[in-house]
T-cell receptor, first 115, second 113 residues
Framework: KAGVTQTPRYLIKTRGQQVTLSCSPI?????VSWYQQTPGQGLQFLFE???????NKGNFPGRFSGRQFSNSRSEMNVSTLELGDSALYLC??????????????FGPGTRLTVL | AQSVTQLDSHVSVSEGTPVLLRCNYS??????LFWYVQHPNKGLQLLLK??????LVKGINGFEAEFKKSETSFHLTKPSAHMSDAAEYFC???????????FGAGTRLFVKA
């Protein structure tokens, strides 16, 4: 079974631009979560999607948004990029939310650098 | 409210000696607890999870953790460190409903030859 895939793996943008990151979950997984990882703030939860609906949201500004498609693939978008958005963005999938007992499977991440 | 505290930001051990990575949690509900490992430039991989079954949980690569409700702890241990264990380790708490997952700040494990 293929793992979680994220594209692109590396991205360089300039301030003010916008970016879209993509995540394909493991086949059969319907829940997708996004995290931002930085040396200063560690791993922070962005949002979680299930059945094309945002189920939970972290404490990030509205410039960060996401969506999920009917095939469970997910995208996240960051508009008006700031230098502080430079980070590793991780996507994780799980079978389904609800019990908090499901293991999350992580992708390799997308390394975003904002210049 | 939920929270998780990893008590050490860095731990250094010699190869062949025991590993102890400490994690305390706070949860209003019966939590699910996880340990993940992240090797450099890689995603996170699950080491083990506790979901209200046996309090001593065995994971991959010889790691295990014990859930102690009275101490609100879920420390990760391994009897003998290997060089390949050098990585960052995250303790994670999730509420029963799965509505909120919180990651600890991480503990970086160094293994000396």
């Amino acid at each position: 079974k293929a793992g979680v895939t994220q594209t692109p793996r590396y991205l360089i943008k300039t301030r003010g631009q916008q970016v879209t990151l993509s995540c394909s979950p493991i086949s059969g997984h319907r829940s997708v979560s996004w995290y931002q990882q930085t040396p200063g703030q560690g791993l922070q939860f962005l949002f979680e999607y299930f059945s094309e609906t945002q189920r939970n949201k972290g404490n990030f500004p509205g410039r960060f948004s996401g969506r999920q498609f009917s095939n469970s693939r997910s995208e996240m978008n960051v508009s008006t990029l700031e230098l502080g958005d430079s980070a590793l963005y991780l996507c994780a999938s799980s079978l389904a939310p609800g019990q908090g007992r499901d293991e999350q499977f992580f992708g390799p991440g997308t390394r975003l650098t904002v210049l | 409210a939920q929270s998780v505290t990893q008590l050490d930001s860095h731990v250094s051990v010699s190869e062949g000696t025991p590993v102890l990575l400490r994690c305390n949690y706070s949860s209003s509900y019966s939590p699910s607890l996880f340990w993940y490992v992240q090797h450099p430039n890689k995603g996170l991989q699950l080491l083990l999870k506790y979901t209200s079954a046996a309090t001593l949980v065995k994971g991959i690569n010889g790691f295990e953790a014990e859930f102690k409700k009275s101490e609100t702890s879920f420390h990760l241990t391994k009897p003998s460190a290997h060089m390949s264990d050098a990585a960052e380790y995250f303790c994670v708490v999730s509420d029963t409903g799965g509505f909120k997952t919180i990651f600890g700040a991480g503990t970086r494990l160094f293994v000396k030859a």
